[in-house]
């Protein structure tokens, strides 16, 4: 099985609106021309949060549209800090977005809720991690990929870091007892990221818009282009992943910008 990752879309309410003066609606579209011209054939495309820059819906609506233009494979989403989560779970029927436990094969791809209305840091309610619990108990004899907005460890950015996953110790004693899940994967940091975590491998995705620079104390813009992760899933429980990046585009990018 293939699966697609994309994240932290920033689409305004307005097709024109920009991100640090990046057309966010235009990255997308490049972003999804390169997932067409790459990825001739997939089976499912994630989006792990801030489809929007603030939470609207025409925002959403937008966002399904535009990846209804190039692919007809299942789309699934959770909410980011910039989200509003119910509108998105109120848009979801309506827009054919799937549900939370999405099976790919042999594996399983669970999508949780680390968004805190008001905030900007991640949180995993105890109902997200009893949803989890409850996931892994009932399926020992699936490889498993829990997505979330947060990084639930650092990435090395001391600016952005302050906004893991407050609860990420209880999330962590939850996954470790269960080797059925072979990766966790993640938004937010505007980067690719790669550690491990005992047996896990822990993978964050760069944005389909502006990317911030890593192992920075402050807020700092990268000049690296927008892109996607894909994995490739195997029945045995192995996998590869690599992130793809837009290439021969040029974008007005305010680079010495202090936050956003």
């Known amino acids: 099985m293939r699966l697609i990752q994309i994240t932290d879309c920033h689409l305004g309410p307005q097709h024109s609106e920009t991100l640090l003066g990046l057309n966010t609606d235009q990255s997308l579209e490049d972003v999804l021309e390169l997932i067409q011209k790459a990825e001739p054939c997939f089976d499912h495309i994630l989006c792990t949060g801030d489809v929007a820059s603030a939470g609207h819906v ?42 939370r436990l999405i099976h790919l094969g042999e594996w399983l791809l669970v999508l949780l809720d680390s968004s805190v209305p008001g905030h900007v840091y991640g949180q995993l309610a105890a109902s997200e991690l009893d949803f989890l619990a409850h996931v892994l108990a009932a399926n020992p004899d699936k490889h498993i990929i829990v997505s979330l907005h947060h990084q639930p460890v650092p990435v090395g950015s001391v600016w952005i870091d302050q906004y893991i996953v407050r609860n990420a110790d209880a999330f962590f004693q939850l ?8 990766m966790v994967v993640w938004g937010h940091v505007h980067q690719e990221f790669q550690a491990q975590h005992n047996n896990l491998t822990l993978l964050a995705t760069p944005s389909t818009c502006v990317q911030f620079k890593p192992l920075c104390d402050d807020f700092t813009v990268d000049t690296q282009m927008p892109g996607y992760r894909w994995f490739e899933l195997n029945d045995d429980g192995s996998f590869a992943t690599g992130v793809a990046r837009v290439t021969n585009k040029q974008y007005v990018i305010d680079y010495k910008s202090a936050g956003y």
């Open 58 to 99: 025409d925002c959403y609506q937008r966002f399904a549209e535009s990846i209804r233009r190039y692919f007809p494979q299942p789309l699934s989403w959770l909410p980011g800090n910039h989200d509003s989560a119910d509108i998105m779970a109120s848009l979801q029927d309506a827009l054919g977005i799937e549900g």
């Open 175 to 182: 996954v470790d007892s269960y080797p059925q899940v072979k």
